[in-house]
C-alpha cells in the first residue's frame, strides 16, 4: 500500500511537471539563460514560489487556551523578533529550482511540440552490461537465499556421506550447502549518436546570434539524448579556418577574420572518418551561420561549400540542420542554396532542414522543424 506522504510526494510532482509543460514554450523562447545541467541526467529549471502552510493567529480564539500572548490576527505562529542585522523578508514573489530528470523534460517538449520518435539507422552494435538474477551463488545476503535449491544440496551431502537416514529425515544444513540467487551480465546492443555542432564565429557574429544558436542546441541535444542515452557531442567553430573546441569555446569564441564554410565542413568530416564509422554511428549536424560565405557564388555550382555538401558530408549524415541569422556584411546566401538542396528531387535532400533565425520568436520553429522529421 503507497502511504499517505508518497501520494503526496507523487501529486506534487506531477502538479511540478504541470507547471513545467505550461511555461515550456516561455522556457525556451524567454528564458534569458537556459536550464543548468547537473549530474546523472539531470537539469535544473526555475519554477514559482511555493508557500509552505504555516499557523496564523486567529480572531475568536479563547484567551484561557495555551499559546496566548502578544500578537495580531494574521500574524504568523512562532516567529521570533527579528535580530539585527538580520535580512528581512520581501515583497516580491520568488523563484525556485527544481531538478527534472532529463527523459521527463524531453518527455515534455514532445508533446507540447508534437515532435515523432526518432528511428535511429546505422546502428553501431555496443554492449550494454545490464543485470539479471539468473545465476546462482555459494554466499550471498539472506533475502536472496534459495531455500529449494539449498535443501536439495544438503540432501545430496547427506546422502553422499551415507548420513542419511529414511526413518529420521532430519537434514542439517551446513555453510557448505547455502545457494543464494545471483545476477549475470547481459550484453544488450544499443544504438549510438553523435551530434555535431559547426558555429561561424567571424566578426559579423554578435553575442545575440550566438545566444540564439546556444537555445536551439541545448533544447535539440535534449530531444536527442532521450532516444541516445549515449549521445556523444563534438563542437566545431570556423572562420576563414575550422577547429574543434570545447563546449564553452564554442559559445564564447569570437574571431575577426573572415568566413569560409567549406573549411568548416572539411574538418566535420575529418572528424567523423577518423572517430566516427558512418556504419557504426547515428549523425546529426547542426549549422549556424549568418550566410556570408567567401567560397559562395550566385549559383549553387559555385560554391564549393554546397558542393562537398552533396557529395562528401550528407551521404555520412541523418540529418543536417541549418540555422541562418540575418548577416549586416554579407549577401547571406548560403541560406538560399540549402533551401534550393531541401526543395530538389536528389535523393538526399529529405535529409535537410533549414530555418531563419533573427530573434527568440525564432527559436521554438527552428526546433520543430529541425526535430519533427523523426530521423
Not at 559547426?198 to 545575440?208: A, F, P
Amino acid at each position: 500500500m503507497v502511504s499517505n506522504i508518497e501520494q503526496d510526494k507523487r501529486r506534487f510532482h506531477d502538479i511540478i511537471k504541470g507547471n513545467v509543460r505550461k511555461g515550456l514554450k516561455d522556457l525556451i523562447i524567454k528564458g534569458a539563460g537556459l536550464p543548468g545541467r547537473g549530474k546523472d541526467g539531470k537539469v535544473f529549471i526555475p519554477i514559482p514560489r511555493i508557500d509552505i502552510p504555516k499557523f496564523r493567529n486567529k480572531e475568536g480564539d479563547n484567551e484561557d487556551k495555551l499559546g496566548k500572548g502578544e500578537g495580531d490576527i494574521g500574524d504568523e505562529v512562532g516567529e521570533g523578533e527579528e535580530e539585527e542585522g538580520q535580512q528581512k523578508a520581501g515583497d516580491k514573489p520568488g523563484e525556485h529550482m527544481i531538478e527534472m530528470n532529463v527523459i521527463e523534460l524531453a518527455d515534455i517538449m514532445g508533446e507540447e511540440l508534437g515532435l515523432p520518435r526518432i528511428e535511429p539507422k546505422g546502428k553501431r552494435t555496443i554492449y550494454q552490461e545490464f543485470d539479471k538474477y539468473s545465476g546462482e551463488r555459494k554466499k550471498g545476503p539472506s533475502a536472496l537465499l534459495r531455500k529449494r535449491k539449498t535443501l536439495k544440496q544438503a540432501l545430496k551431502r547427506a546422502i553422499g556421506s551415507g548420513d542419511y537416514d529414511p526413518k529420521k529425515p532430519r537434514i542439517p544444513i551446513e555453510s557448505a550447502d547455502m545457494r543464494y540467487r545471483s545476477w549475470t551480465m547481459k550484453p544488450v546492443p544499443e544504438s549510438s549518436a553523435v551530434i555535431f555542432y559547426l558555429m561561424d564565429v567571424s566578426g559579423s557574429m554578435e553575442e545575440e546570434q550566438k545566444e540564439l544558436a546556444r537555445k536551439i542546441s541545448f533544447w535539440s541535444d535534449l530531444w536527442l539524448r532521450k532516444h541516445y542515452p549515449g549521445l556523444e557531442s563534438v563542437y566545431v567553430i570556423h572562420d576563414a579556418q575550422a577547429k574543434e573546441v570545447t563546449q564553452d569555446q564554442f559559445y564564447h569564441t569570437r574571431e575577426s577574420g573572415g568566413t569560409i564554410i567549406l573549411s568548416g565542413y572539411q574538418e566535420v568530416s575529418r572528424i567523423i572518418q577518423s572517430r566516427y564509422p558512418v556504419d557504426d554511428w547515428n549523425i546529426y549536424m547542426f549549422q549556424y551561420s549568418d550566410g556570408d560565405d567567401w567560397t559562395s557564388g550566385w549559383r549553387r555550382e559555385e560554391s564549393g561549400s554546397i558542393e562537398f555538401l552533396i557529395e562528401d558530408l550528407l551521404p555520412k549524415l541523418n540529418l543536417f540542420c541549418y540555422a541562418q541569422t540575418t548577416s549586416p556584411y554579407g549577401d547571406g546566401k548560403h541560406l538560399e542554396y540549402i533551401q534550393q538542396l531541401a526543395d530538389g528531387d536528389f535523393a538526399l535532400a529529405e535529409k535537410i532542414r533549414s530555418h531563419q533565425i533573427d530573434s527568440n520568436e525564432d527559436v521554438l520553429p527552428a526546433i520543430t522543424k529541425f526535430l519533427s522529421t523523426g530521423k
